[in-house]
């Protein structure tokens, strides 16, 4: 199957969620839902193992994997108001649900090696990835090899007893059966089979029993695509760097805005005022963390109580003005949402979800634009988002928090040019400074939570976005392109040692206050 092109709504901006980090809340919902609807039954027994050596097996509890599995496992959505007790309601459940840390091979530091079975004694077996920002890819299922990451319908045929030349067989009537079709893939391991159909539409009951009638299949299972944009056979996209965009905005004399929806609209095969109304709606969402922070949050598991409005309370005593007020407020106001397990949206990941609706909206509520610029400055922000998605990654487990915070930062510059009015070149310059001026930032939470150093360098990200913003809008030189620095910061992130890519094996997380603060809060 041919690799599909990132999506702004898939990959960048988004998900909506609960929990205090998308590579593990949100993305171990989108897993516990999968592994549910494999089963076709209550889930009654669940064994999840982690390799020492990955990132998942310091920090799967204290960041909220094992909530996120729970709810998935028992049918909860990404933002579902009753995520935080899952635990517990999985309890209440008779669900049996083990985390256990066992060696085995994994290739990517966010593994997941899953055993689940229901009361009837069916089970399953599969390895699924978290690869970054809530993104997920199901790669093996009772020993065969797939790849599932919830942008299709998925229908797999299970055979037993069978040889290679019956499966194509199979295969064959399947392809014959079901129009319009993107792919299909047979695997045989022994005398067993699987075929995997992924298609845009769900196929009824009546054409699964058919295929079923006709193949002998020992079970058809469907999987419902879980993303909000979904993928197709032959997807093309206008442009996949920065470089090509540049070109095309010069030709058909188009801002980054308008790029962007070009872009999604390819992506999704739908219409640009679809895509304009997606972000229109998050950028409501976003608004609306922002005030459930400064409300006041409550969260028992944390580091930080509620700080955002303590910036309002003393404004006559702070540097900068209405504009560092608001940005220092808003980004805290959105990361205390956060951990207090309330609603934000990932851009691009819940780790570094505060910079760029803090950025956004304060120099909105500074400057004046109105909130179609918000709009604006967001679909730009989601256009560096998918040019760093598809040449480098938004897993601080894979590159330190430069993936996370640090490309939060360059879309915010871009963010910020656009509600200025800047042009293209001028946004792309904007990116490339801002992320020239993290990269190598490693990721150290402490007691392993995402609060601490995640807050500051949200804030940090959040005033590198206005700076590099002024000073492209003013002309400055970022002397390295726009491509070029994406790639120089992949490279530097695979180079950090993999105790400071979101272990907690070093910087601030081995501290000794930080060492307290986690035994207070595990105890």
Known sequence: MEKQPPSIFNDVIGPVM?????????????????????????????????????????????????IGLAGGLLGMDLNDHRLRDALEIARQN???????????????PNTYRIKASTGSGEERHMTCLSTGGGMVEIIEIDGFLVSIGGDFHETLFFYHDLDSRT??????????????????????KGRKGLINLKTG?????DQLKNLQDQTGAEAVIRIEPGLPVRSRKGCRVPFGSAAEALTMAEQEELDLWELA??????????????????????????????????????????????????????????????????????????????????????????????????????????????????????????????????????????????AECGSASGMA?????????????????????A????????????????????????????FNAVACANMALAGYDSVIPLDETIAAMYSCGKMLPPELRCTGRGGLSVTKTAREIYDKLNK
């Open 94 to 108: 008779k669900l049996d649900l083990v985390f256990q840390v066992t060696p085995f091979t994994a290739e990517h």
């Open 261 to 402: 929806l070009r872009y999604e609209s390819a992506r999704g095969d739908i219409t640009e005022k679809e895509v304009y109304n997606m972000a229109r709606e998050l950028v409501q969402t976003m608004e609306q963390s922002v005030q459930e922070g400064l409300s006041g949050t409550d969260y028992q598991d944390r580091i930080l109580g509620a700080q955002s409005q303590k910036i309002f309370n003393c404004k006559d005593r702070l540097i900068g003005g209405e504009l560092n007020a608001g940005l220092i407020a808003s980004i805290s106001a959105v990361m205390e949402t956060k951990s207090a397990f309330g609603v934000i949206v990932a851009a691009p990941t819940a780790g570094s979800c505060g910079t760029l609706p803090g950025a956004l909206f304060a120099v909105a509520e500074e400057m004046g634009p109105g909130k179609n610029q918000v709009v604006k400055g967001l679909l730009a922000a989601g256009l560096i988002g998918v040019l760093v998605a598809k040449n480098s990654t938004f897993a601080a487990e894979e590159c330190g928090c430069q």
């Open 18 to 66: 609960r929990g205090s980090s998308s590579s593990h809340t949100a993305a171990s919902v989108r897993i516990g839902r999968i592994v549910r609807q494999l089963l076709q039954a209550p889930c009654s027994k669940c064994l999840v193992e982690f390799d020492p050596d990955g990132s998942l097996a310091s920090t799967y509890h204290e960041q909220g994997a094992d």
């Open 201 to 205: 539409f769900k196929l009824n009951d």
């Open 167 to 188: 499966l194509n067989e199979y295969q064959q009537v399947i392809k014959e059966f079901v129009t319009g079709y993107d792919y299909i893939t047979a695997s045989l």
């Open 413 to 433: 510059a871009a963010g910020l040019v656009q509600i200025m009015n800047g042009s293209v070149q001028e946004g792309f310059d904007a990116a490339a400074m």
């Open 435 to 462: 992320l020239q001026n993290v990269m190598g930032m490693v990721c150290d939470p402490v007691a392993e939570r995402v609060e601490v150093p995640c807050l500051g360098k949200n804030i940090m990200a959040g």
